[in-house]
């Protein structure tokens, strides 16, 4: 298991908290039978905020995410392809 560097991490988490509270937002919308449009506006929103918070959490954890457990940096083109296209 690799840890994620403790810097930059506090945006990150900032960014997950302000989708949470959007996602209850969302959920406030729907028990007030908000319109259609607006509430998915708001979960469009929170997707590309998750996404965002993803593509940071890969970005800042890029070096450890390549280096193999013996502490060795290994490119894995295929493991970093993956990643990033399970935000897609």
Request: charged fraction near 25%; proline fraction near 2%.
């Amino acid at each position: 298991m690799v840890a994620l560097p403790p810097e930059g991490m506090d945006v990150i988490v900032k960014r997950l908290r302000r989708a949470q509270g959007q996602i209850g937002g969302i959920l406030k919308m729907l028990e007030e039978g908000r319109d259609c449009e607006d509430v998915i506006t708001q979960v469009a929103a929170v997707s590309k905020a998750i996404d965002r918070a993803g593509i940071a959490i890969i970005s800042s954890g890029f070096k450890q995410c390549v280096i193999d457990s013996n502490g060795a940096e290994s490119l894995d083109i295929e493991k970093m392809e993956k990643l990033f296209l399970s935000l897609a």
